[in-house]
């Protein structure tokens, strides 16, 4: 069984920085592809990045320029690192591994830009 576990949201000002990490279990995690979703309220869950088990990377237009997703499989942690954060921004964020057809979610964590 995979587990994640999220780190690194918080409170933020409109301009500012953070780096998330979702650290994983098990042994799949250098062959899975990693990446981030994340749901605003009243609003569908929408991806953010991932990150492929060779390191390809794929943004959605909102995080191209602003966001940043790394991976280090000798840690098994994926890393979203977030710059010039908007109030649009605000969301929980979710990690996700795949692998063979399975998906595997982490508890979310918050993040929240305001003044």
């Known amino acids: 069984q995979v587990q994640l576990v999220e780190s690194g949201g918080g409170l933020v000002q409109p301009g500012g920085s953070l780096r998330l990490s979702c650290a994983a279990s098990?042994?799949?995690?250098?062959?899975?592809?990693m990446g981030w979703y994340r749901q605003a309220p009243g609003k569908q869950r929408e991806l953010v990045c991932s990150i492929g088990s060779g390191g390809s990377t794929n943004y959605a237009e909102s995080a191209k320029g602003r966001f940043t997703i790394s991976r280090d499989n000798a840690k098994n942690t994926v890393y979203l690192q977030m710059n010039s954060l908007k109030p649009e921004d605000t969301a929980v964020y979710y990690c996700y591994l795949a692998y063979r057809g399975q998906d595997y979610w982490g508890q979310g964590t918050q993040v929240i830009v305001s003044s």
């Open positions: 098990g042994s799949i995690f250098r062959f899975s592809v």
